[in-house]
DNA sequence: AGTTGTGAAATCTTTCACAGCC
DNA sequence: GGCTGTGAAAGATTTCACAACT
């Protein structure tokens, strides 16, 4: 298997996400003509981007929406719901359990502030917890992501105890730059930002070494 | 002057982070290695990088953080802050609204809300203010940025109207894709999202064109 | 007849080596 | 002597033409 260009897998999420509205509008073929016309680029990119994964289409037919989406959920690790925790429930953190969209990708498992104040509150059915529990919650729950949304002075201290707790990653919104092993750093967190892509991805295992790009 | 990589304008926002960070621990010199460590690229990579815009080191000598931090900044349209309004004061244009570094970028001139129970708030010295104002308060104040903090189901409606005002350019934190008009549609707006790279730029006209990248 | 999938060409980006300057 | 600035080489990505298949 080819290397893959790292523009390629961020494409295949927006072709995702064109599949889902054509899905959503009932369309169920398409081609790569029309998913370059609507995520802006050209056909053969679109026919290049899917040549690296596999061959999902049927020549003179062209692509059954149905399936070409769940393969690019398949291969971008969007076929399946991981667990979450937000530590820090300030407006940022609120705002983000709120997003739409959100509970797709991620199944909300624990909420945690430092405000003692806080933790007699309920967000979407959780009741947010001390810090104290923060390990046992991430050993126990299967929560695989931990997204910070705490102050700049505190973000380090933080993702240092999700890092001990054995979070697999760290979704950063706090304004600061974080000292954290490689593999635990998740890039490409895009939802809030820009638009509406959903633009993140876990890259299904089978795929990610290639993609070093 | 030569085609410039777009890759390499992200890059030059993050030489641009490490020379703030630089300077406030009181170091003015330095060079493009240690630039280059700091921001995981090679030495040759920012030399490259800045070359595209002019020369601003000093051969067998290095670079002046200070002189070299302005021509950034300039480059980058990061010289002088922004006329910004937030539309939508919910919880996340709040968050957004104090997000540190946030003022040091934009000059808020107006926050927005349809619901009429939130025009009595003042928010950072500013009363919130009937979508009624918005044509006039874009034309009378130099608003240059919009900034769309509202619901899916009213953030196209609300960008027509920010369009029809006149307005520069659109950071779009709604959870939907808009149309607009090209010229008008802000990409790379990253604060808040994965970083603390303040990744919003607004290219020196003089440098605009060529980079289409 | 029509559209995908892909090797090869063209283009773009990064790396490198060293000339140029302090 | 040392570090920048840059043309040219190497490498990566995108474009293209067309063979392959329905």
Redesign the interface.
């Known amino acids: 298997m080819a290397k893959v260009p790292s523009a390629a897998i961020s494409r295949l999420v927006t072709y995702l ?1 064109i599949l889902e509205d054509l899905e959503a509008r009932g369309i169920n073929r398409t081609s790569s003509e029309q998913l370059a016309e609507e995520a802006q680029v050209t056909a053969f990119q679109v026919r290049k981007d899917l040549s690296y994964f596999g061959s999902y289409g049927t020549r003179g037919v062209g692509y059954t929406v149905q399936i070409l989406r769940r393969e690019l959920r398949q291969i971008l690790g969007l076929n399946r719901r991981w667990g979450l925790c937000i530590v820090g429930m ?3 953190g ?2 983000i359990a ?4 959100f509970s797709e990708i991620f199944e909300l498992k624990g909420l945690f502030d430092r405000d003692p104040s806080k933790i007699t509150t309920t967000f979407r059915g959780l009741q947010v917890e001390s810090m104290d529990n923060l390990p046992r919650a991430v050993a126990e729950r299967r929560i695989e992501f931990g997204l910070l949304a705490v102050p ?1 002075d505190s973000a380090q201290a933080v993702a240092d105890r999700l890092v001990e707790s054995g979070i697999k990653g760290i979704l ?6 974080l000292e954290v092993p490689k593999e635990v750093a998740v ?11 959903l633009s993140f991805f876990v890259l299904n295992p089978k795929w990610r070494e290639e993609m070093i790009g």
Chains 1, 2 share one sequence.
């Open positions: 996400r300030g407006r940022l609120q705002a709120d997003y739409p969209g700049a950063n919104f706090a304004p600061a730059v890039e490409n967190v895009d939802f809030l930002a820009g638009l509406s892509r």
